[in-house]
């Protein structure tokens, strides 16, 4: 993979990329490959899309939402009510300790993040 070889790329020396940096670039891929699946997904029926967002980004901020929309080049007028759902739809904040409201997982391993890595260069390079 060519984000996580970047480091020593033209180096005589051939190491593996820093721990931190490896962990930044497949936190900030991992991200941009589900807001691709988000843009990529039909928004009819926009609950739904709705949902798939929330679950997919666990992003509760309108204007993130908002820019999605915008790349899937829906007008403002069909924005609106798109927006009024996700508000709706939006989890409802939790009492106690935990205030973050999301759940829990298992941190995927090595593998499957340069998997999945591979799997949106793929894509990226069909569509271009």
Request: proline letters at 7%; a positive charge.
């Amino acid at each position: 993979m060519v984000l996580l070889e970047l480091p020593s790329i033209g180096s005589q020396v051939v190491r593996t990329a820093p721990a931190s940096y490896t962990k930044i670039v497949v936190k900030g891929m991992t991200r941009a490959e589900m807001i691709l699946k988000v843009v990529m997904a039909p928004h009819e029926p926009p609950v739904v899309f709705a949902d798939n967002y929330i679950k997919l980004l666990a992003d509760c901020n309108t204007d993130t939402f908002q820019k999605v929309l915008d790349m899937k080049g829906l007008k403002r007028s069909e924005q609106s009510g798109m927006l009024e759902i996700f508000r709706q739809r939006l989890p409802a904040p939790l009492s106690g300790t935990d205030t973050t409201g999301s759940v829990s997982q298992a941190a995927p391993t090595p593998e499957q993040e340069s998997s999945r890595i591979r799997k949106l260069e793929k894509l990226i390079k069909k569509r271009l």
